[in-house]
């Protein structure tokens, strides 16, 4: 069926082919591609309203279908086959009524072109599982558990007192109840949480304390431990499939994000750090030299025998497509020559006015926060906490770079057509509805405004993504096809 020019309609397309590559063999999935088109009415319509993720057959059928009876099992009068044969009508009537409202929107195109292949795509994915080194991951796990517990017995020693390490509550009043940090803390103002307006113990504050005390820095390697150790390690123990050998198959959600990017889970593998971290192996001998380890969790992942992994990325891949929509000439300087000079290093000489070899770690860091500040939606209040700035320092620093370039244009383009048309579009036409973008209520409106600007270059970065899949599964198809 999947060789043959022939269409398909299925409700949640990829679980079904997932199912035929298990039972007539996973490499039909990507040595071949798939000749057949399988229409998806839920992917379908979720282009419509990404907001509504994972909406159940019947919602649609409600929905787009008027008059419309679904024959479930509860409904026994009726023989199983005529049940059957009533579903189908209904999910062929409610696919081609859902087609029709994407060709009235412009969408279809997109669903043709990007959407539906990488359904097949992520089948796929699903199917060929990835083999774990699960030995490797065992003994880490243990050892940056023994590390988790010396790390919480320093913490006590340098405070003076026991206390959970884990709590929030319990580290604020040791850090600023007894040692009283903060108010050593001279240069800036410690900022404090939202809800309760409590001495906040973020990383950002952490970090402005470590030079007072050995336990704010003691605080962060345990914090980075325990996620590394909970999530990246014993979280792909939990994952793992035993059949055929120690392996992770992430399920892969092509309607999980509003914006169109993919998302995964069991485990979270585009999570995954890049960079390794360091930690001294528990010593048995008094006085020796502590021996360091290096935590790499992509190390853990295996190639299959005769295969061999690539590691590729888009590089920032954000930036640019701001530079794209922009026009800045000084956005569009930092990417018309080979990278000499670190993206963000010459971002903040730009920005601060100065040499880049002038710029300061602190600098980049700020110019970096900013442009994801700007790029994913955050506000001041969010930057503020990044950075370990007041709200207003950090409107300040937000608003000295949009006038530096030419994103402020942009963004205000963007805000004034969706506030005439009621949405936003993505570079391959890609759409998000946001009615709050005219209401009344300014905090609705101001993030109605943050969502249309995060939702044109993350919409993009999607499209741009995901054609980039499509052509990479294409070239794999054709050249197993030559090689046949």
């Known amino acids: 069926m999947l060789q043959t020019n022939t269409n398909v309609i299925c409700f949640n397309a990829k679980d079904f082919l997932r199912t035929v590559f298990l039972v007539y063999g996973k490499e039909e999935s990507w040595k071949r591609g798939i000749k057949g088109i399988v229409l998806d009415p839920r992917i379908a319509a979720w282009l419509l309203n990404p907001a509504d993720c994972n909406p159940s057959f019947e919602d649609l059928v409600c929905k787009y279908c008027k008059n419309v009876d679904i024959k479930t099992a509860s409904k026994i009068s009726d023989p199983l086959h005529q049940n059957t044969y009533t579903n189908m009508n209904v999910l062929y009537t409610l696919m081609m009524n859902i087609r029709t409202k994407l060709q009235l929107e412009g969408l279809w195109e997109l669903y043709c072109t990007i959407e539906l292949p990488m359904t097949a795509i992520l089948a796929a994915m699903e199917v060929n599982r990835i083999q774990v080194n699960q030995e490797e991951l065992k003994m880490t796990s243990d050892l940056l558990g023994a590390h988790l517990k010396q790390l919480e017995r320093d913490a006590h020693h340098v405070a003076g007192q026991k206390f959970r390490i884990t709590s929030s509550n319990e580290i604020r009043e040791v850090l600023f109840d007894k040692l009283h940090l903060h108010l050593q803390c001279t240069t800036k103002k410690l900022p404090r949480t939202n809800l309760r307006h409590l001495p906040s113990t973020a990383e950002t504050v952490l970090l402005q304390l470590q030079d007072l005390h050995p336990l704010p820095k003691i605080v962060l390697e345990y914090r980075q431990i325990r996620k590394i150790k909970s999530t990246y390690i014993d ?208 905090t609705l409106r101001t993030q109605a405004e943050r969502q249309a600007v995060n939702f044109v270059i993350q919409g993009s970065a999607a499209d741009l993504c995901k054609m980039a899949m499509i052509k990479i599964a294409a070239s794999i198809a054709s050249a197993s096809a030559s090689a046949s």
């Open 235 to 442: 979280g792909l123990l939990s994952c793992m499939t035993t059949g055929g050998g120690a392996c992770v198959s992430p399920t892969w959600n092509q309607t999980g994000t509003v914006s169109g990017r993919l998302s995964a889970n069991h485990p979270n593998i585009q999570g995954v750090p890049k960079l390794a971290v360091q930690i001294a192996k528990p010593q048995y001998i008094q006085g020796k030299d502590k021996e360091m380890i290096t935590i790499n969790p992509r190390s853990m992942f295996i190639a299959a025998k005769g295969f061999t992994f690539l590691a590729a990325d888009f590089s920032q891949i954000e930036l640019r497509l701001m530079a794209h929509f922009s026009s800045d000439p000084e956005l569009l300087r930092l990417f018309d020559k080979p990278e000499t000079i670190d993206v963000f290093t010459k971002l903040a000489s730009q920005w601060r006015d100065v040499d880049p070899e002038n710029v300061t770690q602190l600098d980049r860091e700020q110019a970096k926060r900013i442009v994801y500040s700007v790029l994913y939606g955050a506000g001041k209040e969010r930057l503020s906490q990044n950075l370990g700035i007041t709200p207003s320092e950090a409107n300040t620093f937000i608003e000295s770079f949009l006038k530096k370039y030419k994103v402020s244009e942009f963004a205000q383009q963007i805000i004034q057509q969706c506030q005439k048309t009621g949405f936003v579009v993505s570079l391959m036409g890609r759409k998000r509805p946001l009615p709050h973008i005219t209401a009344q209520d300014f």
